[in-house]
């Protein structure tokens, strides 16, 4: 028996903090997000946080130049040719990365508040909120796991302290003589029954939710591929554009793998893979890259001793696990988002030129589809020179944006989230 | 003056009262209920329990089903791509759909490799990119399982019990060299039976064939008519018909709008003279004589009826009256007078801008219709021996000779090719007798038909889809044949056969080339298979009319014998036609224009023969599918048939379509469906005969189910469905529609003080949520034959399912699109046809949607661009909004007709009940090949219905952002649209005041009206009322008809309803004053 009595204040403080520091997180993550899903759309084609890439990595942005002012940062991101002109520091970007960055005009200050706010809170080391030592070997601090633990040790708290309590007043009960119905068992006690019934109903309702909706869904997903293709070296060290291998991107509503003659377009002459980093599986196995490159070979039925002897027409197709699925009843056109969207890959396939394995980054689920749907302005044709023309006939919307009702017009306002735009 | 009445079934006509009571009964069967009866709930065949522990179950599986690991899915790329092809995107090859002599330009849609839509090419200067429903239906048959797969000779004949055994030739080599061997040691001649080859490369094949005789055999033959053409200084050929250039048109007894000789060029043509300007309405005037109620027939302004065996006696009589006579010679019957008088009249007065054709075989008829084209000038204005057609060429003797050369073992070897001797043949137990004293047989059919079971040796052939090749439909006209697949199976193209077989060691696709590249250069060539069509100036004058065997032909037709008794016409369906496509699910579910009945063949019969038999049409007679099975006995032989009671036939006539009853190898479609009836054509020694007479009929008192799907679409007699008139009631009141519409909508004003199209909803004025595109659809009921092209693109497009004969006996049939018909009749005299009003009836993508506010999930709701969008992932099935939809045009997946449930074998429930084998056949991996990827495969337990074939409409706005420019009229089509070889369908953005439909229905605002306007449900489909051209007064269009009680009203506005009413030029006042 502890022979203390905690005082209901106490309690009541503890829980209060608790649903304070949850609303606060709450809130930070909202800015967060919404700069996350612009920095994917926008910057992350060229820029990193932490690393340079074609352009600087992004990490501190406020504590260099002048950007700690928003507004100047807007007028180099909506013009950078502009703004460059009578500023040597970007001047100097220019130098040491050798290209000018693409100017982004409908980007707005909230975007770029929303963008830097992403930019901070992924510098931002991430610590373990919580004091259990659980979740530490996790690089993303998983709040909800540590809010489950802490509320499971402080509902045992709670429990041992409310048994404590009634023992000792059936102790003071029994020492002054006052006599009392014997008291029920806490595993009867229909109280105690009640609540677990309905705390057991709440969490196994919501487990239940999310795995149903997590059904079908492979966020993360990233399976071994019968040859170790790495896209850092294609699309990252070597800066093969995306449309060169998934040219069907381009014209069709898939993107498609490659067939193995395109490969040999490069690798009838590239058979060694020697100067580039290090490659690793997943398990942190070394990959040999010239292997990999014998293994395409295999299929193409490539002798690279005899490489005038090649006969595209006898080259078998490769196996590859496909990683991106869609259920049936999704009508996807990447062709609709690549083209006439204008939407970069990365929007949705992450960093893909950092990536050795392909991982499926976003989760492809209908709430991702809808949100991006909602935030992502279509190419509207807001003079006679810019934008595609054919939203020319979106007369109620030109008149709108002429007198000033509205500035853009997102997929959202086209019929973007409607069920027949890709239920059909 | 009597009242029309416009109906569906007999039970709304002979007996209206319980009509409408079982109408207001959902279900016309008995439901599997249980009763709770006084056992108690837990005795009942299924308690509580069991309900628990089959919902744990469920729950169980489908827990387990959803939470294994999911399957992990491979993609293939190619190995070696080729270059012009990009996975996803639809590719379009310039194509030709030949059968049985319908010769019609196409494009195959390949998608990914495999061709799964058909569409018309529109550079073909006669069809304009008009298709019919067997050619839409074509592509299926690619895919068909039941295709012969490799080349097989028989090692076992068949007997009584046992079907005829094959044994596959591992290579063609080998088949070569065994049929060679055989050749040479059979001698005799050889000889090559074909239907009609309109191929010229195949035709300069088998003119260098040493030694080759070559016979060609119709099934539907046109001997007559070649005979008569002959006789009349023209040759033994057939004309081109020119029906766009024909003011007054007489038909006796041609089908040419459904099956008659070339349908599609034909119904294009008839649809100039039907559609109608407002500012000066005229149109075409067609009469038609004929002894069944054919769907031409349905058609006609003025319609009437003889017996088949006067068909002849008509074609005098309208000579003679043509010819200045004032009585009928032979015709008796008034009626029948006073038509061809004023057929007689109405041609003569249109001297050069009239046609006569008439459907007979027999030469002499032809003769003397020769001789009314003759003597009204049609020749050189509406018929055109310039360009003579290439197709149904077959003579009746020269099968006749062969068959008694084979008979005397004269024939050492026959090769057969695209005929079916064996099954159409009218004595088939007498061709496959002599089939066996021929020495050596091969067949090139692509399927086990009749035929090919009795030869030796099956060396398939290709479908059109893989091959190469030509054909020449008429002359100067070329149409070319690319491949848009690699052969699915071992097949060869019988020209190939053929040159190896002649010692020439080139095959079919390299000798075509060949031939071509040298008359048109290389470069020609290709410019030719891409444009699918070349087309040369008329090449000859073709001959003169000469009246020589015109006084021998006529003194034959008036000593031909007299018909009696009944008489037995046999007709060929617009879907099945012959029979070679009989094995075409798609075909099979496409019901019949006029008696609306799939899946079957049946006797149809007058209404006063019903009467003589013993049948009573009421209710009873509709609503259940049992029908009378009577059995019918001609010309020495008897059959057992159904028997379909329709008006508008003659009535000693009774009508039998053939294409029925095939083998059981051509597969479960077509096996065992309807019966044979071939066997009743007659030879007269010249040519074969469809009508027989002296047919005796008896009621057995036995019943058979026919699964027809009108019935159950009806609209609880709310009949402003189908608007018609005359024309001179038009003329004299053209604006009764628009009158209507303005009542509308000022009674709502003058009751509630807003507009009738914004304000008569709870929701916000529909206009509001539209965007600047709003897609919509205007049909012509003046351009629509009923011929079902529409429906079956609508299968294809939309991977619309099949359900098989026992699921529509349920009504649960899933065309999105259906073609309705009502019967316009005396009120009286439900015999009294005066004419067939083909309504297609499809979503009507409502914006005031009555199915879409009752949808508790939110599956069903309306799109920015008016269109009733329906989320097959979101409905539960509750089916509510099938129950509110007014138009009844949801249709609902009862079972798993697709194979696309998550679990398999999911079609195997006793609660489903059984379903045809049809749908395993249309779950077969091969057959699947023919969806369309970009169209959801639904599965059980969702609605689905029209989408206006959204995804043509996205993939039309994508290519117009790729291509950085406005969205034009006519980038987007749906399906129904193109098929459509009349034009009778126009769709497009209607804010965009200069597409077609809006021009449309601001040109034709006096017909154009919204089906049941006055609900309120403000649809996106007009319809333009149908016109017959009758010089006749329509008492009630417009005419000012004084409410009386009105029938059922559709909600609380009785007193608006009553006013609007009396301008309704629709049925529903009939119905009044029978009360």
Same mark, same amino acid.
């Given at each position: 028996?502890?022979?203390?009595?905690?005082?209901?204040?106490?309690?009541?403080?503890?829980?209060?903090?608790?649903?304070?520091?949850?609303?606060?997180?709450?809130?930070?993550?909202?800015?967060?997000?919404?700069?996350?899903?612009?920095?994917?759309?926008?910057?992350?084609?060229?820029?990193?946080?932490?690393?340079?890439g074609t352009g600087p990595a992004l990490a501190g942005v406020e504590s260099r130049h002048n950007w700690s002012d928003h507004n100047e940062l807007l007028k180099w991101v909506n013009n950078p040719a502009a703004y460059m002109a009578n500023d040597s520091y970007t001047q100097g970007l220019k130098t040491k990365f050798g290209s000018m960055m693409t100017g982004f005009a409908d980007v707005t200050l909230t975007d770029i508040g929303n963008v830097v706010a992403y930019i901070n809170d992924a510098a931002t080391p991430k610590t373990p909120t919580g004091g259990s030592g659980g979740g530490e070997p996790q690089k993303t601090t998983n709040n909800a796991l540590i809010f489950g633990i802490i509320s499971l040790i402080l509902g045992i708290i709670a429990l041992i302290l409310m048994q404590v309590n009634s023992n000792l007043k059936k102790m003071s009960d029994d020492a002054e003589g006052i006599v009392r119905p014997e008291p029920v068992p806490f595993y009867r006690n229909k109280i105690y029954i009640a609540l677990l019934a309905i705390i057991f109903f709440i969490v196994g309702g919501y487990l239940v939710a999310k795995g149903a909706i997590g059904l079908g869904r492979q966020k993360d997903y990233q399976p071994e591929q019968p040859i170790f293709y790495s896209h850092k070296v294609h699309a990252g060290i070597n800066q093969i554009s995306c449309l060169y291998c998934h040219g069907g991107a381009w014209d069709s509503k898939h993107a498609a793998i490659p067939s193995v003659n395109v490969c040999m377009n490069c690798h009838k002459a590239i058979n060694e893979y020697t100067k580039g980093p290090k490659l690793y599986r997943e398990n942190g196995d070394e990959v040999d890259g010239t292997a990999e490159i014998a293994k395409l070979y295999k299929a193409a039925g490539f002798d690279p001793n005899n490489p005038n002897a090649w006969d595209p027409s006898k080259a078998q197709p490769i196996e590859w696990t496909k990683i991106h699925n869609l259920p049936d009843h999704v009508y996807f056109n990447h062709s609709q988002h690549i083209r006439a969207g204008k939407v970069q890959c990365q929007s949705c396939h992450g960093e893909i030129t950092?990536?050795?394995?392909?991982?499926?980054?976003?989760?492809?689920?209908?709430?991702?589809?809808?949100?991006?749907?909602?935030?992502?302005?279509?190419?509207?044709?807001?003079?006679?020179?810019?934008?595609?023309?054919?939203?020319?006939?979106?007369?109620?919307?030109?008149?709108?944006?002429?007198?000033?009702?509205?500035?853009?017009?997102?997929?959202?306002?086209?019929?973007?989230l409607e069920c027949q735009k890709c239920h059909y | 003056m009597s009242q029309n009445k416009y109906w569906q079934s007999f039970g709304e006509v002979n007996d209206p009262e319980n009509f409408k009571k079982m109408a207001q009964d959902e279900f016309h069967e008995e439901l599997p209920f249980e009763s709770f009866d006084d056992k108690g709930l837990l005795d009942a065949k299924a308690p509580r329990r069991d309900f628990l522990k089959y919902l744990g179950f469920s729950t169980a599986a489908a827990a387990i089903a959803a939470g294994c690991k999911i399957p992990e899915r491979k993609v293939f790329p190619y190995g070696n791509k080729p270059e012009n092809m990009v996975p996803g995107v639809a590719k379009y090859y310039a194509t030709t759909y030949v059968q049985d002599g319908d010769v019609i330009p196409v494009l195959a849609k390949v998608r990914d490799g495999r061709p799964i839509k058909i569409e018309g090419n529109?550079?073909? =200067?006669?069809?304009?990119?008009?298709?019919?429903?067997?050619?839409?239906?074509?592509?299926?048959?690619?895919?068909?399982?039941?295709?012969?797969?490799?080349?097989?000779?028989?090692?076992?004949?068949?007997?009584?019990?046992?079907?005829?055994?094959?044994?596959?030739?591992?290579?063609?080599?080998?088949?070569?060299?065994? %049929?060679?061997?055989?050749?040479?040691?059979?001698?005799?001649?050889?000889?090559?039976?074909?239907?009609? %080859?309109?191929?010229?490369?195949?035709?300069?094949?088998?003119?260098?064939?040493?030694?080759?005789?070559?016979?060609?055999?119709?099934?539907?033959?046109?001997?007559?008519?070649?005979?008569?053409?002959?006789?009349?200084?023209?040759?033994?050929?057939?004309?081109?018909?020119?029906?766009? @250039?024909?003011?007054?048109?007489?038909?006796?007894?041609?089908?040419?709008?459904?099956?008659?000789?070339?349908?599609?060029? &034909?119904?294009?043509?008839?649809?100039?003279?039907?559609?109608?300007?407002?500012? #000066?309405?005229?149109?075409?005037?067609?009469?038609?004589?004929?002894?069944?109620?054919?769907?031409?027939?349905?058609?006609?302004?003025?319609?009437?009826?003889?017996?088949? =065996?006067?068909?002849?006696?008509?074609?005098?009589?309208?000579?003679?009256?043509?010819?200045?006579?004032?009585?009928?010679?032979?015709?008796?019957?008034?009626?029948?007078?006073?038509?061809?008088?004023?057929?007689?009249?109405?041609?003569?007065?249109?001297?050069?801008?009239?046609?006569?054709?008439?459907?007979?075989?027999?030469?002499?008829?032809?003769?003397?219709? #020769?001789?009314?084209?003759?003597?009204?000038?049609?020749?050189?204005?509406?018929?055109?021996?310039?360009? $003579?057609?290439?197709?149904?060429?077959?003579?009746?003797?020269?099968?006749?000779?062969?068959?008694?050369?084979?008979?005397?073992?004269?024939?050492?070897?026959?090769? %057969?090719?695209?005929?079916?001797?064996?099954?159409?043949?009218?004595?088939?137990?007498?061709?496959? @007798?002599?089939?066996?004293?021929?020495?050596?047989?091969? =067949?090139?059919?692509?399927?086990?038909?009749?035929?090919?079971?009795?030869?030796?040796?099956?060396?398939?052939?290709?479908?059109?889809?893989?091959?190469?090749?030509?054909?020449?439909?008429?002359?100067?006209?070329?149409?070319?044949?690319?491949?848009?697949?690699?052969?699915?199976?071992?097949?060869r193209a019988y020209q190939t056969s053929l040159l190896k077989w002649s010692g020439n060691d080139a095959d079919y696709d390299t000798y075509f080339r060949e031939y071509w590249t040298g008359k048109l250069g290389s470069d020609g060539f290709n410019a030719a298979l891409q444009n699918g069509i070349k087309e040369d100036e008329a090449t000859s004058g073709g001959g003169s009319y000469s009246g020589a065997g015109l006084a021998e032909a006529v003194s034959a037709v008036a000593a031909a014998k007299k018909g009696s008794?009944?008489?037995?016409?046999?007709?060929?369906?617009?879907?099945?036609?012959?029979?070679?496509?009989?094995?075409? $699910?798609?075909?099979?579910?496409? $019901?019949? $224009?006029?008696?609306?009945?799939?899946?079957?063949?049946?006797?149809?019969?007058?209404?006063?023969?019903?009467?003589?038999?013993?049948?009573?049409?009421?209710?009873?007679?509709?609503?259940?599918?049992?029908?009378?099975l009577v059995k019918i006995t001609v010309g020495g032989k008897d059959l057992i048939l159904p028997i379909l009671a329709i008006p508008g036939m003659q009535a000693d006539t009774i009508a039998i379509a053939v294409g029925y009853g095939r083998n059981d190898a051509s597969g479960v479609t077509a096996a065992g469906i309807g019966q044979n009836v071939y066997d009743l054509v007659q030879y007269n020694g010249t040519t074969v005969d469809f009508a027989v007479s002296g047919a005796t009929l008896e009621n057995t008192g036995d019943k058979y189910k026919i699964a027809q799907t009108q019935k159950h679409n009806s609209y609880e007699n709310r009949k402003e469905v189908v608007r018609e008139t005359t024309l001179k009631s038009f003329k004299a009141s053209p604006t009764v529609i628009p009158d209507f519409s303005n009542k509308l909508e000022e009674d709502f004003y003058n009751n509630s003080g807003g507009n009738f199209r914004g304000n008569a909803t709870l929701y916000p004025d529909p206009e509001t949520r539209m965007t600047e595109l709003r897609w919509g659809m205007s049909i012509d009921m003046n351009a629509c034959y009923g011929c079902g092209a529409c429906v079956v693109a609508c299968h294809a497009e939309n991977n619309v399912p099949v359900v098989g004969k026992r699921e529509v006996l349920r009504y649960h049939d899933m065309h999105w699109l259906r073609i309705d018909r009502y019967f316009i009749t005396d009120e009286n005299d439900a015999d009294n046809l005066k004419g067939v009003v083909f309504q297609p009836m499809l979503c009507q993508h409502c914006d005031n949607a009555p199915c879409e506010n009752v949808c508790p999930v939110a599956a069903t709701n309306h799109s920015s661009e008016g269109i009733n969008q329906m989320a097959y992932n979101r409905c539960i099935g509750t089916r509510y909004c099938a129950n509110n939809c007014p138009y009844k045009v949801r249709r609902f997946n009862w079972a798993d007709y697709t194979g696309a449930d998550s679990f398999p074998n999911n079609r195997d429930q006793q609660i489903v009940g059984k379903l045809d084998s049809v749908i395993e056949q249309m779950n077969d991996d091969v057959t699947r090949m023919v969806l369309n990827p970009d169209v959801t495969v639904r599965s059980r337990g969702v609605m689905e219905?029209?989408?206006?074939?959204?995804?043509?409409?996205?993939?039309?706005?994508?290519?117009?952002?790729?291509?950085?420019?406005?969205?034009?009229?006519?980038?987007?089509?749906?399906?129904?649209?193109?098929?459509?070889?009349?034009?009778?369908?126009?769709?497009?953005?209607?804010?965009?005041?200069? =597409?077609?439909?809006?021009?449309?229905?601001?040109?034709?605002?006096?017909?154009? &009206?919204?089906?049941?306007?006055?609900?309120?449900?403000?649809?996106?489909?007009?319809?333009?009322?149908?016109?017959?051209?009758?010089?006749?007064?329509?008492?009630?269009?417009?005419?000012?008809?004084?409410?009386?009680?009105?029938?059922?009203?559709?909600?609380?506005?009785?007193?608006?309803?009553?006013?609007?009413?009396?301008?309704?030029?629709?049925?529903?006042?009939?119905?009044?004053?029978?009360?």
């Open positions: 028996m502890i022979p203390c009595k905690p005082t209901g204040s106490k309690l009541k403080i503890i829980f209060l903090s608790f649903f304070v520091f949850s609303v606060f997180q709450v809130f930070a993550q909202g800015d967060v997000a919404a700069g996350k899903a612009i920095f994917n759309s926008k910057c992350a084609s060229c820029h990193q946080v932490l690393k340079d950092a990536m050795d394995e392909v991982k499926q980054v976003a989760d492809l689920s209908m709430g991702w589809c809808i949100n991006c749907h909602r935030q992502t302005k279509v190419d509207f044709n807001y003079t006679d020179s810019t934008g595609n023309k054919f939203y020319s006939i979106y007369e109620r919307f030109h008149n709108d944006i002429k007198a000033g009702k509205m500035d853009s017009v997102t997929v959202e306002h086209i019929g973007g | 529109d550079l073909c =200067s006669f069809t304009n990119g008009g298709t019919s429903a067997r050619c839409q239906a074509s592509v299926l048959d690619l895919y068909d399982m039941y295709r012969l797969r490799y080349p097989q000779h028989r090692v076992a004949a068949a007997t009584d019990t046992e079907p005829a055994k094959f044994e596959e030739f591992p290579t063609f080599e080998q088949a070569d060299k065994a %049929i060679a061997e055989a050749m040479t040691a059979a001698g005799g001649t050889t000889v090559l039976l074909t239907s009609t %080859i309109v191929s010229p490369t195949t035709k300069d094949i088998i003119s260098k064939y040493s030694g080759l005789k070559h016979v060609q055999y119709d099934a539907d033959s046109y001997s007559g008519m070649l005979l008569a053409n002959e006789a009349s200084g023209f040759g033994k050929k057939l004309p081109s018909y020119n029906f766009g @250039a024909a003011k007054v048109i007489v038909s006796i007894g041609a089908d040419f709008l459904g099956t008659w000789l070339s349908p599609v060029e &034909f119904a294009k043509g008839y649809s100039k003279g039907r559609k109608i300007d407002e500012k #000066n309405p005229e149109m075409s005037k067609h009469y038609h004589f004929e002894g069944h109620l054919s769907m031409t027939g349905s058609n006609a302004d003025e319609r009437f009826t003889h017996r088949p =065996s006067e068909t002849g006696a008509v074609a005098l009589d309208l000579l003679s009256m043509i010819n200045g006579t004032e009585e009928t010679q032979t015709i008796k019957d008034e009626k029948l007078e006073e038509g061809i008088r004023k057929a007689a009249a109405d041609l003569k007065a249109h001297q050069g801008q009239a046609l006569v054709v008439c459907g007979s075989n027999d030469k002499n008829i032809q003769i003397i219709v #020769n001789a009314i084209n003759n003597a009204i000038g049609a020749y050189g204005t509406t018929i055109d021996w310039g360009k $003579p057609v290439n197709y149904r060429q077959g003579i009746d003797s020269e099968i006749e000779e062969l068959v008694a050369q084979m008979e005397a073992g004269q024939v050492g070897t026959l090769m %057969i090719a695209g005929a079916n001797p064996s099954y159409t043949y009218y004595n088939a137990a007498k061709f496959n @007798a002599a089939l066996k004293k021929v020495k050596v047989t091969v =067949s090139f059919n692509g399927k086990m038909d009749e035929t090919t079971e009795q030869c030796e040796y099956a060396i398939p052939t290709h479908h059109y889809l893989e091959s190469w090749g030509d054909a020449e439909p008429k002359a100067g006209v070329t149409s070319f044949i690319q491949p848009a697949i690699h052969p699915l199976f071992k097949t008794g009944t008489e037995v016409v046999l007709y060929q369906k617009v879907s099945i036609g012959t029979g070679a496509q009989a094995g075409n $699910p798609w075909l099979q579910e496409l $019901p019949d $224009p006029v008696s609306k009945a799939t899946w079957d063949n049946y006797a149809l019969i007058s209404i006063p023969k019903a009467k003589e038999l013993g049948i009573k049409l009421n209710n009873d007679y509709e609503y259940y599918p049992q029908k009378p219905k029209c989408s206006f074939c959204v995804q043509k409409l996205q993939a039309a706005k994508l290519e117009a952002k790729k291509e950085n420019r406005m969205l034009q009229d006519g980038d987007a089509k749906t399906a129904c649209q193109m098929a459509c070889s009349a034009d009778a369908i126009v769709f497009g953005n209607v804010y965009d005041e200069a =597409s077609a439909v809006a021009k449309t229905r601001e040109e034709n605002k006096n017909r154009t &009206f919204h089906v049941l306007e006055q609900l309120h449900v403000l649809p996106n489909i007009t319809y333009m009322a149908k016109i017959r051209n009758v010089d006749e007064d329509d008492p009630h269009w417009g005419g000012g008809h004084e409410g009386g009680e009105h029938g059922n009203e559709e909600g609380g506005h009785e007193s608006e309803e009553h006013k609007a009413d009396s301008t309704l030029p629709s049925a529903t006042h009939v119905e009044e004053s029978e009360h």
